[in-house]
């Protein structure tokens, strides 16, 4: 969630004028002849993404995705301003120093300069987009006074009368204190985790004060609760704590503005009635803030469903808040990728019997498992906290009432995820973690089959399963609702993953796709995906955190039975599940405890299973596990760049067609990115 959507493009009688990012390709080509890398700095790699039979669309969906694309780069200011207050400040200084600086571009420091400089534009911010740490430069202080005083002084981000100097000594410490705002979201146990926390969702208020303000206004025996806090910042004014709404003609309101402006286009080209009724609620909560118009806004796109064209648009997402409230901006633009669709269709047929029989305690069962709409699609925008690291799977809306009432879409991103699997074939990750050949042989013949599954059952049904006590508070689990939840999505995929119901409607044609996603997610969990946290830090991000107190407990309650096996064989650690059937039981036992902690709004237990088993990384194995994979040469991480759409349009500037160029400048794309997509002012 990457380049180029060219705004205000001018065509005459079918001929595009318009800027390219750099080296790029017209034409649709092969997959062994398709670049999909196009830059690899520090632990990223950034991919190129494809979108298959684009030219098959019709002009009508053509038109509607262009300018759905646009909206959903318009917001890539509020994303850098939300996930800490002083980014645009800094990404307009770096923006200048690239565009002017005079100096010597081939020393070693500029080199670095460099690549700090795309490790902030990858992470939206100057902490990590994972790990939420705060990059140390590999230039010093003194070298960057030097970019700042010999780059054009009428590019730099100055406020009134500051002079460079004085830019400089004020971003100096931000940039170089490693103490000074060191975490993004920080919720390590007994720390106020908003004081903490360098996000700017807060100002000035405590976790005290920011629980009892919003424990004053919510009502918990609200059946239908708007989502508090969703879309503004709390701060206090003249001591009383206040929210500032994020809206037109209010905080973030330029930009906005932009993301209105392109919505109403798109509504005028809008493929139903439905769907420009939709349209024009989302437009109306952008002016207004109006949860309860949001809230009405997610029904009706809930029950939009069939689209060839799609779209996701909005503050959805609370994982950049410690308190599991505030949403950072996020972007998606979509088109159908029908016949991968037709296996979410049976899945999505077959949610009421998955969850029928899921083992949950009953009263915690859905009765009903209403309007659960999946489909797998294809990219063709990403924008906000979708870019540029993209999801594989998106399940929205987000509200739990909804959810029960209305239903909810389920998306598998299946150009997002070709592009990752083609770049990771032949890495020798593999060799190197699987525990014998006859494990990788099974990753091999079923992997994509079952990264595929698990993906579409975790969006699919995991997320739209169970439901909560009446009268439990939905924001009762805090700091940990965001793992658990994704802990109650992954264990009920894992679980009906080798149910003999997925062979028998046609998912799978043996148990040996579920065989090789338990390996990977054990694997995964206990072994490999540490590989993204720096040494002698703790596991932080929800997703991570999920994986890790899953396989830690799975393998803890088996140990006596030997469930999970940890080998060590010539100096290196390696896991093996020994009895496939018996770790389905303890998925199953571990997805009914997790579903009554979130019904129950248990906040204690909550917190014990994931404080005991998905923060804590043993050291020793931590610094095997990192030299073994820095031998392999890899990125951790991967991200995108966009696609280019390039409109042709007619005598009355009506677009006509669009075409596709894959951007192969990753940097170049950032910067034009830069000059086109940014309405919020620095100070």
């Known amino acids: ?83 800490f207050k002083y980014n645009l400040l800094i ?28 490790r902030v534009f990858f992470a939206n911010g100057i902490h990590h987009h994972y790990s ?30 500051q002079t460079v100097d004085e830019l400089t000594s004020f971003l100096t410490p931000i940039l170089f204190d490693p103490v000074l705002y060191a975490k993004k979201v920080d919720q390590t146990e007994g720390t106020d985790m908003i004081t903490s926390s360098a996000n700017n969702f807060y100002e000035g208020v405590t976790q005290a004060e920011v629980e009892e303000y919003y424990a004053s206004i919510a009502d918990p025996s609200d059946p239908r609760p708007v989502s508090w806090g969703l879309n503004s910042k709390v701060t206090k004014i003249d001591g009383k704590v206040t929210e500032i709404p994020w809206k037109s003609g209010g905080m973030y309101g330029p930009a906005i503005e932009r993301i209105v402006l392109w919505l109403e286009k798109a509504r005028d080209a809008a493929l139903s009635e439905t769907q420009k009724e939709e349209l024009g609620l989302l437009i109306d909560y952008y002016r207004t803030a109006d949860l309860g118009t949001w ?30 409230m505030k949403a950072t901006w996020e972007a998606v633009v979509q088109y159908k990728d029908t016949e991968a669709s037709k296996r979410t269709a049976l899945i999505t047929e077959n949610a009421q019997w998955f969850e029928d029989h899921s083992p949950v305690d009953p009263q915690y069962r859905k009765e009903k498992v209403t309007g659960v709409a999946a489909s797998v699609i294809n990219v063709a925008m990403l924008g906000g906290d979708c870019y540029p690291a993209s999801p594989l799977g998106i399940n929205l809306p987000n509200s739990n009432w909804i959810r029960a009432e209305a239903g909810s879409k389920s998306v598998t991103l299946a150009n997002i995820t070709d592009a990752k699997d083609i770049v990771a074939r032949g890495s020798g990750f593999m060799e190197e973690f699987a525990f014998d050949r006859a494990e990788i042989d099974r990753a091999v013949t079923y992997g994509s089959l079952s990264d595929a599954l698990h993906t579409d059952m975790h969006e699919c049904i995991g997320h739209a399963s169970g439901k909560l006590a009446p009268g439990t508070d939905p924001n009762a689990l805090k700091n940990y609702a965001s793992p658990l939840e994704e802990m109650r999505a992954d264990l009920f995929a894992l679980y009906f993953m080798m149910d003999p119901k997925m062979a028998e409607i046609g998912l799978v044609p043996s148990d040996e796709p579920a065989k090789a996603q338990y390996d990977n997610y054990i694997r995964n969990g206990f072994l490999t995906q540490i590989v993204r946290i720096q040494p002698g830090k703790d596991i932080e991000q929800a997703h991570m955190r999920c994986r890790s107190a899953i396989a830690h407990w799975v393998y803890e309650k088996g140990k006596a039975e030997n469930v999970i096996e940890v080998v060590k064989r010539d100096g290196k650690t390696f896991v093996r599940v020994n009895d496939y059937e018996k770790l389905r039981g303890l998925f199953g036992e571990m997805l009914k405890e997790v579903q009554r902690i979130k019904s129950e709004g248990d906040f204690a237990a909550g917190k014990e ?23 392999l040469n890899l990125a951790p991480y991967s991200g995108f760049v966009n696609p280019m759409m390039i409109t042709i349009t007619d005598r009355n500037g009506r677009v006509k067609d669009v075409q596709i160029e894959y951007c192969s400048d990753y940097l170049g794309q950032m910067m034009e990115y830069g000059k086109k997509y940014s309405f919020l002012q620095a100070w």
């Open 1 to 83: 969630m990457k380049k180029y959507i060219l705004t205000g493009m001018i065509a005459l009688m079918g001929t595009a004028l318009f800027t390219s990012c750099g080296p790029s390709e017209r034409k649709e080509t092969a997959d062994d002849e398709f670049t999909y890398e196009v830059d690899r700095f520090e632990d990223i790699s950034v991919l190129k993404y494809r979108l298959p039979a684009f030219d098959q669309l019709t002009a009508g969906e053509k038109e509607f995705i262009y300018y759905l694309s646009e909206a959903a780069l318009c917001g890539r200011d509020i994303l850098w301003d939300q996930n």
């Open 91 to 118: 990404r307009k200084t770096i923006e200048a120093i690239i565009d002017t600086y005079g100096g010597d571009r081939e020393s070693d420091e500029y080199r670095a300069f460099i690549t700090y400089a795309k």
């Open 132 to 161: 939420n740490d705060k990059f140390v430069p590999g230039f010093s202080e003194d070298y960057f006074a030097q970019l700042v005083s010999g780059s054009d002084v009428a590019r730099l981000p100055l406020a009134g009368d």
């Open 295 to 324: 809230d009405d806004y997610n029904v009706m796109w809930a029950g939009n469903t069939g689209l060839s064209v799609d779209y996701i648009n909005g503050f959805i997402e609370t994982y950049g808040d410690p308190m599991g």
């Open 609 to 631: 299973m994931i404080e005991n088993y998905g923060v804590k990384i043993d050291q020793e194995l931590h610094a095997e596990i990192l030299a073994r994979y820095a031998k």
